[in-house]
T-cell receptor
Framework: GQSLEQPSEVTAVEGAIVQINCTYQ??????LSWYQQHDGGAPTFLSY????GLEETGRFSSFLSRSDSYGYLLLQELQMKDSASYFCAVRDGATGGFKTIFGAGTRLFVKA | DTAVSQTPKYLVTQMGNDKSIKCEQNLGHDTMYWYKQDSKKFLKIMFS???????INETVPNRFSPKSPDKAHLNLHINSLELGDSAVYFC??????????????FGPGTRLTVT
């Protein structure tokens, strides 16, 4: 089967850096995505890592280590608007079709 | 221009009723999905369709029946609604069934409340 683990909550202050970790277990791993969801809103895509290493997009970076089945999302220069839930999601191709399996989400609270 | 749209946004109904949710995407994508997000925000895939064909059916009760009349539309019909069906249902789309088509675009969600 497939499983993902990420912390349920993280709190940080404005201007700080926060890292949200994700470990996964799946048999047909293709890549790891991150999505952001504000309360009452829809998930929106942030990043995708298929290969080991760091991908940077503005204030957000995402890292993957395939050998450790581990990834993280790094948010820099935190702003109040970054308060949201962040989901890691594995792209899995083990069942004959591609499937995206989401983690339970990490709720990020940014304080002034 | 809305990329992925869903109707209705809110749906309140009684147990035992039958209801439908509609989804349309104007992105030219080949693959569409239905997800269920429960009160704990756990987002779980229900179905995926590629070019109108069912690809994934994640052991969803057969009271749920998706229909894709064309690749831009994926509707969800739910029979005999139960209290446990209360959730937010998201439609999403992606370019296609390839390893590189990883980005999914989500609709605004339909909040279903069964009383």
């Amino acid at each position: 089967g497939q499983s993902l683990e990420q912390p349920s909550e993280v709190t940080a202050v404005e201007g700080a850096i926060v890292q949200i970790n994700c470990t996964y277990q799946t048999s047909g791993f293709y890549g790891l995505s991150w999505y952001q969801q504000h309360d009452g809103g829809a998930p929106t895509f942030l990043s995708y890592n298929a290969l080991d290493g760091l991908e940077e997009t503005g204030r957000f970076s995402s890292f993957l280590s395939r050998s450790d089945s581990y990834g993280y999302l790094l948010l820099q220069e935190l702003q109040m608007k970054d308060s949201a839930s962040y989901f890691c999601a594995v792209r899995d191709g083990a069942t004959g079709g591609f499937k995206t399996i989401f983690g339970a989400g990490t709720r990020l609270f940014v304080k002034a | 221009d809305t990329a992925v749209s869903q109707t209705p946004k809110y749906l309140v109904t009684q147990m035992g009723n039958d209801k439908s949710i509609k989804c349309e995407q104007n992105l030219g994508h080949d693959t569409m999905y239905w997800y269920k997000q429960d009160s704990k925000k756990f987002l779980k895939i229900m179905f995926s369709y590629n070019n109108k064909e069912l690809i994934i059916n994640e052991t969803v009760p057969n009271r749920f029946s998706p229909k894709s009349p064309d690749k831009a539309h994926l509707n969800l019909h739910i029979n005999s609604l139960e209290l446990g069906d209360s959730a937010v249902y998201f439609c999403a789309s992606s370019q296609g069934e390839t390893s590189s088509s990883y980005e999914q675009y989500f609709g605004p969600g339909t909040r279903l409340t069964v009383t």
